[in-house]
């Protein structure tokens, strides 16, 4: 069109916001927590020289970070398959019984958005996809472990450290983990203010400021869980009579994987982060209009139009 126009702008922004995953045919509810990012972006605004309405596109890089978790409030039993014999050679399985588990995750990623949109007067909207690479994992897991003696001819043994049975021991584990490279649908929405120009001289371009505050969801269509082969829990096999008095053997040898390391966590974890965002917009030089033009000025003078002296620069 003879009448477009196309301005072009480089800016920072943040955004905050509630992360959450979401794992499908899993035992698991959604996870809960939070995330932010810092990153910078271009922008280009383009449309008729007049009209209120113009067209956006954006494209950036940031680091995103986060943390998240999941909560087990039911527990889980896992008994030793392999029959254990106590110093009376009375028959048992030696069972760990997990409760009140928690799996945190902290999460440092590399992200690139492309999104497109439209701007009315104070209103805009963008709506594209981010790309989300992850560099750092980290998984803290922490539970209350009760473990006890289930016996083939007596009633279940319980809180008897003698026999390594205790109740509501805590272990913790902290280990790296990893998330598959991730894809959002993103859709954000919102206002512009300030529109600042800074006057700087009749013949030199004029800056422009511009903020803007916005909601915003990201969803993501990929399979974040990378499935590493771990299972749940891996426990000592075989139980030490003789040397169980007063010990702790059987529980310190207790390892629990992160959920999002394991095979049997869910057929697939999306991602959800919903939350705000603020952005703050350079306007980059354009040409303007000059109120002496230097080089029509020394052509003029170097013909000798006017009846002045000629002049080289």
């Known amino acids: 069109m003879a009448n477009a126009k196309v301005n072009s702008y480089v800016g920072a922004y943040a955004n905050v916001g509630d992360w959450s995953l979401l794992p499908s045919q899993s035992k698991y509810s959604a996870s809960f927590g939070v995330a932010g990012g810092l990153g910078f972006l271009y922008e280009m605004q383009a449309g008729p020289t007049y009209s209120q309405t113009r067209f956006l596109l954006d494209v950036g890089v940031g680091v995103h970070g986060g943390w998240t978790s999941f909560n087990q409030s039911s527990s889980a039993k896992m008994p030793i398959e392999k029959i254990q014999h106590d110093l009376d050679g009375d028959e048992f399985y030696y069972v760990y019984e997990i409760k009140d588990r928690k799996d945190q995750y902290t999460n440092l990623a590399v992200q690139v958005p492309l999104m497109i949109g439209v701007q009315h007067k104070k209103f805009y909207m963008l709506a594209g996809a981010k790309v989300t690479a992850n560099v750092l994992t980290k998984a803290h897991t922490k539970a209350n472990v009760t473990t006890y003696g289930d016996y083939v001819q007596f009633d279940p043994h319980y809180n008897m450290p003698e026999y390594q049975f205790f109740n509501d021991l805590p272990i913790k584990k902290k280990a790296d983990a990893s998330l598959n490279l991730n894809v959002d649908v993103s859709l954000e929405v919102g206002g512009r203010f300030g529109l600042v120009t800074d006057a700087v001289g009749y013949d030199v371009p004029k800056r422009k400021i511009e903020y803007r505050l916005a909601g915003f969801v990201d969803y993501g269509l990929l399979d974040i869980h990378k499935d590493r082969g771990l299972s749940f829990f891996t426990a000592p096999d075989h139980y030490n009579a003789e040397e169980a008095y007063k010990t702790t053997t059987m529980v310190e040898g207790l390892e629990m994987n992160d959920l999002m390391s394991t095979s049997g966590f869910a057929a697939a974890v999306k991602n ?10 350079f306007q980059l030089p354009e040409p303007g209009k000059c109120v002496i033009c230097r080089d029509a ?12 002296m000629k002049y080289e620069e």
């Open 272 to 281: 959800l982060v919903v939350g705000l965002k603020f952005t703050v917009l």
């Open 297 to 308: 000025y020394g052509s003029s003078v170097r013909s000798g139009r006017g009846g002045g």
